[in-house]
């Protein structure tokens, strides 16, 4: 039977007498005069098998019986033909069932070669049931046969939770058992038993709703369902030792149709609760972990009910969806410092604006991401969040599992945790699987039902790296960047990766499949559970080395300079920001364009369209002197989370939408307009300034902590021109490195000559950033080869270290995935042409004698390499450390500092520190290596 069960039902909806919900909503009532079943059941079975109905006036019910509810009645009537309709069946005896089970049942049933559950389960306690999927033919067979007292119509993993008595053994059955995903409806039922039954391991809230779909069956404009969250750990009354605990927090499918989250999130809460979790029993008595299932109406829209018209004007059922009822992605919604788009909606709960003011609608923030707002509000309400995980699902990649890193800014400790957690998680599935040859029949399989791809087997387990390392882009406003950032600019300060899962499936629940990716987020809770628990730690050893770095208020950022806040230089007198939101539909092919205008005023373009469902074509964007400057390929994999342009600072003009595949895409183009330098948040977002004082060097100020042996103090250039390298006059010097990451002073002669001399007395130097320029000025070893020319300021979209040799010192232990520096968006840069790079002529940094470890930027120059001066080195990259971008909407503040384990470990590596990782006490690893 698993050919024939199909969830994705298009063509039946443009038959001329059948309806789907939708369609019949809008029947007049006469259409149901003299029909046994009224225009609210047909809505409600329409709504909840989800295929097109045929209207009940015209064609009278065939299958109709008493044992039948309204519902199931009309489902099977109602359906087409070849529709399998999930219903739950009680029989009078035994008997009965044993002859239904003859006939429907599939004794032969294999995981290993059937795709779906079986047709049909039985059970013969306390009442003698099955769950099938039949065809109204089917049904009325069984009941023609006798003995069937009750049908009615069940969605769900466990074939009988709608019947009681159905928990004797699991309440959310073993993967392998279950009928079906786990319903949300199901969930409530099944989280509050277990609450209740076990109340000393478990507490279950609604923290808050989503903002809901329409629904077609109650004919309610919005349908807003519960945001669930539930804590497990022993002894859970105690709120004392509940407070104290670390959490570890797990987002269960933030995109609705990526649903391998909740399928091991809720085995996993049973058995954890029921202490039947040997791999998590101990961890419990010390951590508290918190499972959010965070976007119900991505969940509950595969029940049609919830049946939407898509943005390209298909009807879209019986399939998951990303977004909530109100927003087409909703992890884009969290209030990330740094960047904001505008054309998302930060969920800020503290002083939340009734109306967002730039919104032509006139809706606020409670209409579109309540649920975003109640989960922050929810989780700031926890102490001693240590790891937060939201999992995701992806289509295919090389590896099984891509971690990613977190956007927020970390410390060296919060920074080798994050690492750490990748490698054990990588390390429990190769323990688990070996390789991914293990499973590669199901991989194999699954691609094939899934994505028509043959003979898919990933080539590893399990890699990690930040967003654009794994996925070729990135974002602002996620969660995992909201709650990796400080508590005091309203973060969790929690370590949080994403990790995506190949083999996303938004509408069949496949056995076969889905037991392996429970398995593999299952290893990844433990891991996360067990770093929870564990006790770590992280050093720097210096070899003795003491380090100075030239700080600069050229490099800090504060929100006080801002014309728009109390002190403010802007006298006051701001001038008005708006913004304007185009939404058009881009036909495909030639002429098929949507465009809006640039101009003098125009601060920035976002552009966001939902390629959700379409898979073919290229989404462009297309400047006004006509290049494309930005290409979307929606038959690339990734392409479903990639939905937005943003272009900082416009070209005047008309710049363009082109798309060429065979459907219709809707595009919004939100142009932000002032005649001001910096927009004001509170005019467009609703949200004033957090207050904020940023300078990259707290970097050098923050890793002092972690310092085995020798000091790092931080110099101003006077100091240094003044002599404060050296000691005295004696020749020696204070110190052993020097950084350098701005050119504040470049011009001031004492100060060039006074590194000079710190360098000729064999001191290592590291020009990062703006302290690039200084090459010019050097005249020092193979610096003073380097002229002011060699060295070039521009743009690029992502600081990524390109084409790099990872057996070059400043590369030491970084891994073939890592080429991100620094991570955007909570610096205040876009994903736009905006990140500063430095870099040097790569012909003049190699004739000088330097030696090149990756390049940056558009033009090939060296980014990353070393110089030599008689012993002492210097050392440059040209995007590592730069100064907060305030251009951008930033309603919430600013980090110091973005850095990468990558970016972490070039300067390190620069420095020839070695970093040392311990866990529970125990030396796990070491980066980078004395020079
Ligand atoms: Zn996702």
């Given amino acids: 039977m698993s050919s024939n069960r199909r969830h994705k039902l298009t063509e039946s909806h443009d038959e001329t007498d059948r309806y789907t919900a939708k369609d019949a909503a809008e029947l007049e009532k006469s259409a149901f005069d003299g029909s046994s079943i009224g225009r609210r059941t047909f809505l409600s079975v329409a709504a909840a098998t989800g295929v097109a109905l045929t209207v009940p006036s015209t064609v009278s019910a065939e299958v109709t019986d008493d044992a039948m509810t309204d519902l199931a009645e009309f489902a099977i009537n109602a359906t087409p033909d070849d529709h399998h309709v999930t219903l739950v069946i009680e029989f009078e005896d035994t008997d009965a069932l044993n002859a239904f089970y003859d006939e429907y049942g599939q004794p032969d049933w294999d995981i290993e070669e059937d795709d779906l559950p079986p047709k049909a389960v039985t059970r013969e306690k306390p009442t003698p049931a099955a769950h099938a999927y039949l065809t109204a033919a089917e049904l009325a067979e069984a009941l023609d046969r006798g003995g069937i007292e009750y049908v009615d119509f069940s969605p769900g993993a466990n074939p009988f939770w709608k019947l009681g008595d159905a928990y004797d053994d699991r309440v959310f059955p073993k993967v392998e058992d279950a009928r079906d995903f786990v319903s949300h409806s199901e969930l409530d039922q099944g989280l509050h038993y277990l609450a209740e039954e076990y109340s000393d391991r478990l507490q279950v809230h609604a923290m808050g709703q989503s903002p809901g779909w329409e629904n077609l069956y109650t004919g309610e404009d919005s349908d807003p369902k519960d945001v669930y969250v539930a804590e497990v750990t022993k002894d859970i009354q105690d709120e004392a030792s509940f407070a104290e605990k670390d959490k570890v927090v797990f987002s269960l499918s933030i995109h609705g149709d990526e649903p391998a989250g909740r399928v091991a999130g809720t085995r996993l809460i049973e058995e954890a609760t029921k202490g039947a979790a040997d791999d998590f029993e101990d961890v419990l008595d010390d951590i ?65 604006p009734e109306v967002r003011p730039d919104d032509p609608q006139g809706r606020g923030y409670r209409d579109m991401v309540p649920d975003a707002l109640a989960v922050v509000e929810h989780l700031r309400r926890y102490d001693n969040v240590e790891y937060l995980c939201d999992y995701h699902m992806m289509d295919l990649s090389d590896s099984m599992v891509l971690n990613l890193e977190s956007n927020a800014p970390y410390d060296h400790s919060g920074t080798h945790n994050l690492d750490e957690v990748n490698i054990r998680i990588g390390d429990g599935m190769t ?30 387990l399990l890699d990690y790296g930040t967003i654009y390392d794994s996925l070729s882009y990135q974002i602002t406003g996620g969660l995992l960047g909201w709650a990796g950032q400080p508590e005091e600019f309203g973060g969790l300060g929690a370590v949080t990766v994403a990790p995506e899962l190949v083999l996303r499936d938004g509408y069949d629940f496949k056995p076969f499949i889905e037991r392996r990716l429970e398995m593999a987020y299952r290893i990844s809770m433990r891991e996360y559970a067990e770093m929870t628990a564990a006790k770590t730690n992280a050093t720097v050893a210096t070899d003795g080395q003491d380090t100075a770095y030239v700080g600069s208020g050229v490099l800090t950022r504060r929100s006080a300079d ?15 920001t708006r913004v304007q939101h185009r939404h058009e539909t881009v036909q495909p092919g030639p002429g098929g364009s ?27 964007l297309v400047n006004p002197g006509g290049q494309t400057v930005r290409e979307i390929d929606l038959a690339d994999p990734l392409s479903d989370d990639q939905g937005h342009f943003y272009v900082p600072d416009p070209d005047d003009g008309d710049w363009s939408i082109e798309y060429d595949g065979d459907a219709d895409i809707d595009v919004e183009m939100i142009l932000l307009e002032t005649e001001d330098e910096y927009p004001n948040p509170e005019e467009v977002l609703g949200y004033s300034q957090r207050e904020y004082v940023v300078n990259p060097m707290q970097f050098f100020e923050d890793l002092k902590p972690f310092l085995e042996e020798g000091t790092i103090d931080g110099l101003r250039v006077h100091d240094v021109r003044i002599g404060r390298l050296m000691r005295g006059n004696s020749g020696e010097r204070q110190y052993d490195n020097l950084v350098i990451s701005h050119d504040d002073g470049v011009d001031d002669q004492r100060y060039i000559a006074a590194i000079e001399e710190f360098v000729e007395a064999g001191g290592d130097l590291v020009l990062t950033d703006a302290g690039v320029n200084l090459l010019g000025r050097l005249d020092v070893g193979q610096a003073a080869a380097i002229g002011a020319d060699d060295i070039e300021y521009g743009t690029t979209d992502f600081p990524n270290l390109m084409d790099r040799d990872l057996d070059h010192p400043l590369l030491t232990d970084v891994r073939p995935i890592q080429q991100e520096i620094w991570k955007i968006s909570q610096l205040g840069y876009t994903t736009g042409d905006d990140s500063p790079v430095w870099t040097i002529d790569t012909d003049a940094f190699t004739a000088a004698g330097g030696t090149v470890a990756g390049i940056l930027g558009e033009d090939g120059d060296v980014g990353a390499g070393m110089l030599s001066a008689g012993d002492a080195e210097i050392n440059v990259i040209g995007s590592v450390l730069p100064p907060a971008n305030q251009r951008e909407l930033h ?35 070491t980066w980078g290596e004395f020079r």
């Fill in 891 to 925: 309603p919430f503040g600013m980090a110091d500092y973005t850095l990468s384990f990558m970016g972490h470990t070039l300067i390190c590596n620069a420095l020839g520190f070695e970093q040392r990782r311990y866990v529970n006490g125990e030396l796990v690893g």
């Fill in 431 to 460: 323990n688990h699987w070996g390789s991914p040859e293990a499973i590669a029949d199901d991989t194999s399989r699954a691609s094939e039902a899934i994505h028509g791809v043959e003979g898919y087997v990933p080539e590893r």
């Fill in 562 to 576: 801002l014309p728009y806040t109390d002190e403010g230089p802007g006298e006051g007198h701001p001038r008005a």
């Fill in 594 to 620: 949507a465009s809006a205008s640039s101009n003098r005023t125009t601060h920035s373009l976002a552009v966001q369209f939902d390629a959700h469902g379409i898979d073919e074509g290229v989404v462009r």
């Fill in 288 to 352: 508290v972990i918190v499972f959010v299932f965070i976007n119900p109406d991505g969940w509950v829209v595969r029940k049609p009910q919830y049946e939407f018209e898509t943005w390209w004007g298909g009807t879209e059922r019986f399939r998951y969806d990303r977004g909530n009822a109100a927003v087409g992605d909703t992890n884009r919604q969290y209030p990330t410092m740094g960047w904001v788009n505008p054309g998302y909606w930060p969920a800020e709960p503290e002083d939340t």
